[in-house]
Each structure stands twice: as structure tokens, then as C-alpha cells.
């Protein structure tokens, strides 16, 4: 009895507000089922008010570019966390891709290529990203060892591989064209906020159109009605396991192309900062929901807070501490409003 | 008949897990436009056979043959395109998806590059709900729907392929009876476009309601198979068990105790509403009524899980306030709740420590809790209810549901209370130790608990209560005595309908 | 004896592989160490081990209760680097004691924080202290103003607070002796005591301990002030130890902490596991490093071999319940 009741909770809150006319109500419950999209609107006009620097084309840009690196990761954490899984691993993996990349472009073999020994490279960090994705998909397939756990032995394993790889030091590209690549645009936009935003729509895309962004959902959702639907949930599971190792070692590269270098230290931390930006943005721990406008509106919430800050001079620490209490407040609201279905029993 | 082609025909199929032999060359046949009944008690390899039917499992020897030709069906997508399609007993469904992704699930249409063809689902759920008379869209979340019309989600999967063979496991486990009737009419229906079906459940009832012929299962073994029309409940019993079981009815002494519960217009929001009642020690006291019709809810309430909106409860003549499960056992409640593997116990620990957890907190010498008192108490309660496992080191989690249900009623009797709540007390539990539960309530009434049995089986409730009370929307409709009540005046209680209007 | 090996074994030896495969490995890891290395086995050597995993192994203690209730704690990382910086800082100003204890109060207050959070209004665990990783390490910053801190150094040598970090009884390092007391103390109160009970239950089924009477938010509740008071005593040992810190000191430690606590054969769904299991898998991490320097390969190496025993202790865990080794997930 209580299971058919929590079912409608959610549902009612937007029905009765959207009663007013068509277009407001479909804006306002579109607002709704993306609450920090709403959070956005706000810190952006707040910070429009506050400060003068902060609203101008340039620094949205600017923006754009800062949240690139967290967003790109974001996408494939959206996919895995939608499936039920986590991935910690995910900034050794940018440390990893990122030291690959420029090392490799570096060696010997290909001095005689130009630009294009860039390429050899690109592919071998993508790969080691995909690589390692898949090895953490296959793990949890085939062991059935919780995510959380395989990732956060990855996580340590991965960035141990990345201090061995590198003898503890930073590289440096020697290929001036890497670094430029990383500060060019493209018809006025910035060529790392194209690579976001496309694929963000790509991403998007896939999970709301296609068979396997179907799959993803129903995985999250009930296992065991995916297993028994027929749906092959280990190789399933493992495919966004390897979106994910891809989008990190992406952000790697475009991270390390914004520095025209690498450090073994890069991406520290970014597994915490990626998981609260996909939290933020509505997708949920236990699986089955998210989406990825709510993400996209994660990072920009996350992007926008930090750069205005910054623009106000706020030191960096008091941002730790609004997210963190964002974070919280967000959870804290998402459960007021789903509370109706519990009818009240004391638990 | 018996020269009709058979739908289906499981020979000598043997399934073996590390140590269990649980399948043990069991023979199975389902004609085009029969229903056959699949029945067996819990264990006895009901759904590991249905496992190897749907591609879930592979048998280890034996072969299955559709239509007289034999066929390996090396997972479930398999098994419906050759046209076996299991119903699952658990709702398996996502509930954020929509009606037509769950009924597609595992084989959405797609169009080139992957993209699900939303045109080409639509059309064909749409054409399904119709047919089954659903009043919900292809495009509706799962998550807003009722159980029932969940089940009929799941029902309708059965009618995505050309089916040959579906097979209904537990269809009916929380289903109302007014849905059972859409079931049953859905399960004609298909047995009239010759399809066979195979219908698993543990009712005795339904099964003498709906089946053409009863196959039994015991032990992994094949047992027989029956013509319903020519058999009985108790032949059905002794096959499945090996014995005879009593069916008679409480004889009530009518001789109780004090009042030990009065309850006076309690009321919990739209729950229930104004309910009085009161039970005497010695006395064993039936709620029956629909699923949802507000028992369990009062039960919780009783036990401090709820928080009432009006009314009292009075207990040994005066009043209580209870705020928590703690001050419920504090005054003597003890509750048996519905759910044994969610609410009752603690899978992972072993018997002894979850027979002592309530009052683990007594039972010291020291800070340090007393190895030598619990044991104690454990064989104490596992001598009285006969619990049968290892020792008191195993973990519940491995034993049989019988025995688990056991462990919780023991953990409650453990407590001493003056009333004793017990919720659904045979849920999911096979035949045999329901009559042994039956016996033990009776008995606990006898050596002077008071008892408030919740049940939403019929001969249950018949069986064991000295006074029925009967519940419709959250409301008390009629108080019956084991003298007065029967199935009739029973059923209509519970529907709503008033004896004036039955009659008129 | 026979009946010790019978009750280890439990009769066959699939089973005693797969029930204690972490002591197997631990015993085959020193055994290889040993031979690799004529150094690993002495005793300064075991000595140095132990005292180095204390600190980590204090703060383990704490996360491993808040583990068998069922919930995380990402949070001691940032909560070791805040009770350190406090202390640190508090110590020149208002003497060693009032400072431990101001500092006690602050930690406890934040762990009550969280536990309010987790066991009365129920948010899930992992995100409250995923959020409160963030707001603590920025509330040190704050607090300290972004400056590291040190205690004065020419009080370092006289000042009773140096006993936590640097000082012994009878030969024994102080942290030492601190680790094994302490995990005595909440190895007891988790195996022995109607709470310890109470933690089981609840981490196994917290519906079913609310249905048997037990208060199943303030048992979280307690746990969160247990492992916030484990952070406070690592933070002394660390400050006692360094005479000063870096704002940044614990980052990292809530999952180097995890790892610990995962690789004594915990489950993270709650309900099983023991603080011996931690101490054992505390121990472990720290042999992993000590030896793996002593045979010469890189210090990092050492996380690439976490990396791959916590796999094989979990997977073992895994195989051992389910009663088979190959997943049914296909």
C-alpha cells in the first residue's frame, strides 16, 4: 500500500501548479522537474547585480571553458550513475590520459610527423580511458563487487600508475600546436566550449532516444526485471563504464591542451566535484533517474558560483563551503518534496 | 483431448546447483487452450523449472520440446520469440520508465542507429492495453500506476509475441479479488485463442477455479499430474506434502479473559476512520478485509509506527499514548508485522540474535551482553516452535520461509506480551507449516495471549479466529463470532455491500 | 586444538579460503616480504609499520562502525585536517588542554552534524558527507586563513602534547599503544554490547530494527559522533607528531581510510564486518607500503597493489557468499 502511494508523490506537485495558462505552466513545470535549473537563473542574476565583470560575453566564455573539463566527465558520470554504478576513478583517469598524451607526442618516433604526431597521442590517452573504463565494467560484471568499491580501488590503483608513469613529473607539450588548440575558437565560441556542448547534445541524445538510453534506465531501475526482460545488464553496464573512462580521459586532454602540459596531480579530487555537480543537477545515487539537461545545469550552477566568486573576490574556501552547503540543501529539499508518499510512517 | 499435439513438453529435465539437486528429471506437458496448474511447496522447484522454460537457466540433462520439436533456448528474449513468455510473481517492472518501455523491455523497436521507433511502440502497446481493456496510455510512468494495474503491465508482455505458452507465476499475490476476476477473464481469453497456460500459485482455491489440469512437483520431483474435475483439495495436498492436513474450523470455547486491548474511534488520517473494537486474553481476533482496506495500518498504529489522528487506545483498563515501536513492547504489544525478509528480521544475523533483539538491551551482565541468557532463550523457542535449524549460528537468511516466520514469532513470544499482533502470519509459506502456524496461534490463545490475527486468506481467518472483524475503505463494516460468520456474509461484508442491499 | 582448526576451517577448505582469504593473504604477503627483504621481519621495522598506519587506523575504527550501520563517511578526511589545524593553532594560544578539549567539541559537533542529518532526517549518507568533505576543508581554510599552521618551535621540546605523537611507554611508541587501546575499547562495545547489537541490526535491516523496538536514529546518530571522535584523537597524534599542519593535510585520507576498512572484509551494505577485520586491513595497507619500499620498487607502486588486493579480497568476499565464483549477472 505504501509502495502504490509513493509512486504518485511526485507527480502532483507540478499538476497543480501548472494550472495557469499553457505557456507558463509548461515553462514552470519544466522549471520543476529541473530544479537547479532554476538555481542557475538565480546565481546568475545575482551575480549580473553584484558584480560588473561578471556579465559579458567574454566571460561566459570564459565560464563555458572553466566547466568544460567537469562537464565533459559529468556526461559519462550521468550514464553510469543512471545505471545504479559510480565511478571514482574518474581523476586518476585524467591524470593518466592527460600525462599519456603529452608524453607521447613527445617521443622520438614521431618527431618527423609535424602536427599530426599530436594524433598517435590523442589516441592512446582516449584508448588508456576507454581501457581502464572497460576494466572496471568487466570487474563489476564479473565479480558483481559493488561499483563504488572497484572504482575506489581504481582510483588509487590508476593514479599509482600515473606517479610510476611519470617518475613523479609534470611533462610539458613541445608541440606548440597542442597549446594553441586548447586557447583557439571557433566561429566566436572557444573550440573546448564546441567540444562540451556538442557532446552534451550528443549524450543527451543518446539517453533519451536511443534503445541503450532506454536500457540505462531500466538497468538503474530494476535489475532484475532488466535481467529478466532479457536485457544482457553486465556488457550493458560495461559500455557506460567505458563512456565514462572516454569522457575523463577527454577531459584530460582538453585540460592539458588549456596548459600546454601535465601533472601527475591533475585531476585530483574531481570524482567528489563531478558526483556533486550530476547530484546537483537531479540524477539519483540509487539509480534509474537523471537526465541530462539536469547535468548540463549541474556543472553551469557549479561554474557560474565558482567564477562569480571569484569576480567578487570571495576567497576560493567560501566556495567549498556554499557547495557543500548547496549539495545538502538540495538533498534535503528533494526529500521534503517526495515526502508526501511515505504517508507517515514512522521509520 | 489426449491425442491433441501438445504446446509444450519438458522431458527429463534434470537442473543441479553446486550441492542441490533441484530439478530431478521432472516431465512436463501444457496443451494448446488448457490451463495447467503447476503446484508444489515451497523448494520443491516450482520456479527453477519455470527458469528453464523462460532461458533463464539451462537444464543440465533432459530437453524441451514446442511443438514436437526440441528446442535450446539460451535466454529469455529466446524463449519468446519460440513463444514462451513467463509472468513474473514479483512485479518486474521499472517504474521510471513508461508503460510501453517496460512491456518492450529487452526488445524496443529501433529505427536506424539505435534510436527507439516511438511510432512503431506506441501503435502495438496501444493496441495491447485495448485489448485488455486498460484505461492507461502506452506513454504513462509505470511508477503512477496501482499494483493491480502494474499486473496487468506485466500481463500485457504476455501478448507482444505469437504466445504458445504463457506461464502466470503467482499472479495473484497482491492482487484484490475484483481484479482477480479481470485476471481470470484475460487467462480465458487466451486459453481460448488456443493458447496453453501455466499457472503456479499456492491457493487452493483458485487453482480448483481455474485449471484444467494440476501437475505437483515435490522435492524437485515429479509427483503426478491430476484432471482437476476429477480430484480433490486433499488428494492435491497428499501428493504435495505426503499426509493429509486438517481443515477444520475453530471450535470456539467462547470462554475468554480480561479485556486486555480497547480501542475507541481511533482514527489515521484517511487510513482508517473511527474504528473500535477490543480483544480478550485467550481470544483470537481476525481482521479480513481487501488489500488496503486499512488492517496493517491499524496494527502499526497499535505498535507506535503510526501516529493516530483521534480516538484511544486503552490497554488493561487505562489509557496509553504510543509513540514508538520501544514503547509498544514496553507495554506488552508485540507485532508479527507482514513482511518477514523486510520487516521481520535480519537476514545476515544468526537465529539466536534475532530471536533476543528486542530485549537485547536486558539481557546484560556488565556493559557486555550475556552469551549464556540468549542461547538460553533461543533453545527455549526453538524447542516450543520447533524451529529446525543447525544451530543457533546459522544465519536466518538460509532457512526455509516456514522456519524463518518461526524465528519472528518466536523473537515475539520471547517479549511476553499481553497482546500479540500477527500480520499475514502464512505469507509465501508452503502448506505444511501453514497448519503448524495455525495450530501454535490457536494454542497461543489457549495459554491466555490475546491475539489479533491479520489475514487476507479466507480459510485463515475461518480457521483460526474466535471473532472476525471485517474492513472495507478504511472503515469497520461488521463484527461476526465464529458461529455467525461464513465465506458469504463474509465476502459481502468486505465489498461494501450491506446485507439489505445483497438481499435486494 | 583440533576443534580450533575445525571452527577455522569449518571443515572444508574451499570454505576457509574463501571466509578468511584476507589472513591468508596477509600471512602469504609477509611470508614473500620476509624473504624479499632480510629487514621487513625485525623488529624496528614491524614497529615502524604499526606506527605509521596509526593514525589511519584510528580514524578506520570510527569509519568501520559508521560502515556496519550501513552508512559512509567521506567526511574524516576533511575533519582530520580541520581538528589538526585547530589544535595546532589553539595550542600556543590556550595551552595543550583546553585545547584538545575545545578542539574535541568542534569535531564532535561536526560529526552530530552529520549524524543529525543522516539518522533524523534521513539524507543519504554518502551525499551529506560528500558535501560536508567540501564545507570542512573550506571551514579550515577559513578558520586558518589559508596559512599552514605550526606550533612555536621553541616550546616543541618541552610542551606535554608532544607525548601523543613522540613519546612511548615501556619502549612502545605512544600512537601505537593509542591505535591497539582504542580499537580494544570499540572492538568490545561493537562485538560485546547491547549498542554494538543495535549497530548490527540496523546496518543489516533498518526496517526490521525500527520493527523490534530498536531507536534506529539515534543508533546513527551515536555512530557518526563515534567516528568524529576517532578523527579528533588521529588529529592530536598527527599534530602531536608533526608540531604544526597543513590545511590540506587530510585530503584524500576518507578513501585511503575505505580502503582500509573494505580490505579487512567489510561490506560496505552494512550489517557485517568488525573492527579486527580494520585493524587487520589497516595493517595490510601499511605492510603493502613498507615492504614494497623496502624490495625497492617506487613508493606509488604500493596504491597499484591496494588497487588489486582490494579486488581479490572483495571479489573472494563476494564468491564465498554467493557460494560460487562467476557472477549469475549476464
Known sequence: M????????????????????????????????????????????????MTDDFFSLGNFQNILVQTSTLGLIALGMTLVMINGNIDLSVGAVVALAASLTVDIMGWPVFESWGNLQILPAVVAGLGAGVLLGALN????????????????????????????????????????????????????????????????????????????????????????????AGIRVGPHMMINFMIVGFFAALAGITLSTQMGASTPNLGRDYELWVITATVLGGTKLTGGAGNIIGTFGGVLAIGILRNGMNLMQVPAFYVLVILGAILIAVLFLDKQLNRQGEEGLRL | MSDVKPALRLEGIVKTFPGVRALDGVDFEVRPGEVHALMGENGAGKSTLMKVLAG??????????????????????????????????????????????????????????????????????????????????????????????????????????EGRVVVFDEPTASLTDAEKVVLFDVINELKADGVGI????????????????????????????????????????????GRSLDYSRNESSGEFGDLVLEVAGLSCGKLFEDVSFNVRAGEVVGFYGLVGAGRTEIAETLFGLREPTAGSIRLNSSDVSIASPAEAIANGISLVPESRKEQGLVLGMNCRDNITLPQVGDMTAGPFVSNGAEVAIYDMYRDRLDIKAPTWRSLVGNLSGGNQ?????????????????VDEPTRGIDVGSKAEIHNLIRELARSGYAVIVISSEMPEILRVSDRVIAMYQGRITREFTAAEVNEDNLVQAISGISGDEAAA | MSSIAQKLT?????????????????????????????KFLSFDNLESVVRSSAMIGVMALGVTVVVISGNLDLSVGSMLSFGTVMVVDLHDKIGPGPAILVMMACVLALGAFNGFLIGFVRLNSLIVTLGMLSAIQGLTLIYSGGKNVDIDPSTQDTTWFRVFGRGDIAGVDMPIIIFFGLALIVGMIVAFTPYGRRIYAVGGNSTAAVFSGIRRRRV???????????????????????????????????????????????????????????????LILGFIQNGLLLLGYPYFAQWIVTWIVIILAVWLDVAAKRGRLLSSIS
Not at chain 1, 508523490?9 to 494550472?19: A, D, I, T, V, Y
Not at chain 2, 523491455?105 to 512503431?120: A, H, N, Q, T, Y
Not at chain 2, 512437483?217 to 480430484?231: F, K, Q
Not at chain 2, 524465528?407 to 500479540?420: E, F, H, N, S, T
Open chain 1, 137 to 228: 565494467g568487466l570487474i563489476v560484471w564479473k565479480t558483481g563487487v559493488d561499483a563504488f568499491i572497484v572504482t575506489l580501488g581504481a582510483m588509487l590503483g590508476v593514479r599509482g600508475l600515473v606517479f610510476v608513469y611519470t617518475g613523479e613529473q609534470s611533462f610539458f607539450a613541445m608541440n606548440f600546436a597542442y597549446a594553441d588548440f586548447g586557447a583557439s575558437s571557433f566561429l566566436g565560441l572557444p573550440t573546448l566550449a564546441w567540444v562540451f556542448l556538442v557532446f552534451t547534445v550528443l549524450v543527451h541524445i543518446v539517453l533519451s532516444r536511443t534503445v541503450h538510453g532506454a536500457n540505462t534506465y531500466a538497468v538503474g531501475d530494476n535489475r532484475e526485471a532488466a535481467v529478466n
Open chain 3, 10 to 38: 569449518g571443515g572444508d577448505l574451499k570454505g576457509l579460503v574463501a571466509r578468511n582469504g584476507i589472513f591468508i593473504a596477509f600471512i602469504a604477503a609477509m611470508i614473500a616480504f620476509g624473504i624479499g627483504s632480510d
Open chain 2, 198 to 241: 501455466v499457472y503456479i500459485s499456492h491457493r487452493m482455491e483458485e487453482i480448483f477455479t481455474i485449471s484444467d489440469r494440476i501437475t505437483v512437483l515435490r522435492d524437485g520431483t515429479y509427483r503426478g499430474t491430476l484432471t482437476t474435475a476429477e480430484t480433490d483439495e486433499d488428494e492435491v495436498t497428499q501428493l504435495m506434502i
Open chain 1, 2 to 49: 505504501a509502495e502504490s502511494a509513493a509512486g504518485q508523490g511526485p507527480s502532483k506537485l507540478p499538476r497543480e501548479l501548472g494550472k495557469g495558462s499553457s505557456g507558463w505552466s509548461s515553462s514552470l513545470r519544466w522549471l520543476l522537474g529541473h530544479p537547479i535549473w532554476a538555481f542557475v537563473v538565480i546565481v546568475f542574476i545575482f551575480f549580473s547585480l
Open chain 2, 405 to 421: 516466520q518461526k524465528i519472528v514469532i518466536g523473537k515475539w513470544l520471547a517479549m511476553k506480551p499481553r497482546l500479540l499482533i
Open chain 2, 56 to 161: 533463464m537457466y539451462q537444464p543440465n540433462e533432459g530437453q524441451i520440446l514446442i511443438e514436437d520439436r526440441p528446442t535450446i533456448m539460451a535466454n529469455p528474449i529466446e524463449a519468446k520469440h519460440n513463444g514462451v513468455i513467463l509472468i513474473h510473481q514479483e512485479l518486474s517492472l521499472a517504474e521510471q520508465l513508461t508503460v510501453a518501455e517496460n512491456i518492450f523491455l529487452g526488445e524496443l523497436p529501433r529505427s536506424r542507429l539505435g534510436f527507439v521507433d516511438w511510432k512503431i511502440l506506441d501503435d502495438r502497446v496501444g493496441t495491447i492495453l485495448q485489448k485488455l481493456n486498460c484505461d492507461f496510455g502506452p506513454r504513462t510512468k509505470v511508477g503512477k500506476l496501482s499494483i493491480a494495474k502494474k499486473q496487468m503491465v506485466e500481463i500485457a508482455r504476455a501478448l507482444t509475441h
Open chain 3, 220 to 282: 546513527v546518530f551515536s555512530t557518526y559522533l563515534v567516528s568524529s571522535f576517532c578523527v579528533g584523537v588521529a588529529a592530536i597524534i598527527l599534530g602531536s607528531r608533526v608540531m604544526g599542519s597543513q590545511n590540506n593535510v587530510g585530503q584524500g585520507y576518507e578513501l585511503l581510510v575505505l580502503a582500509a576498512v573494505i580490505l579487512g572484509g567489510t561490506s560496505l551494505l552494512g550489517g557485517s564486518g568488525s573492527i579486527l577485520k580494520t585493524v587487520i586491513g589497516v
